[in-house]
């Protein structure tokens, strides 16, 4: 696996505080999941395979808890049993690495088609 530089010392210390315990790792995740691909829709695809894999390792089901769907002209993906404001430490991951996704509310991201 490619190694990508993300600088997530902030949200580590923060978890418990202002992020749900796990977020920043849940973060970092998404990035190294992300940044393999060029597309809105593989990038979220690959996301959405990276939250599933983590709701499973939490004991949650990834059925009920995620989901992967168009949205606004691109992609959203969610795990709404996640950490607390993991895609908001998410969104600041990816964009460290030049990927916009945001937070459509702080359990999901959006990535949108790039025109």
């Not at 460290?96 to 359990?107: D, V």
Request: glycine content about 6%.
């Amino acid at each position: 696996m490619t190694n990508i530089n993300l600088d997530l010392d902030y949200a580590r210390k923060g978890e418990g505080y202002y992020y749900g315990d796990g977020a920043a790792m849940l973060a970092e995740r998404v990035a190294k999941a992300a940044h393999k691909y060029k597309t809105a829709k593989r990038r979220a695809a690959a996301v959405y395979d990276a939250l599933c894999t983590f709701a499973k390792e939490c004991d949650h089901n990834p059925k009920t808890e995620c989901f992967m769907r168009p949205c606004d002209g691109g992609y959203r993906v969610s795990y709404e049993a996640g950490p607390y404001e993991w895609a908001v430490v998410a969104s600041e991951a990816l964009g460290q690495i030049n990927i916009f996704a945001e937070p459509y509310y702080s359990f999901d991201l959006c990535f949108y088609v790039e025109v």
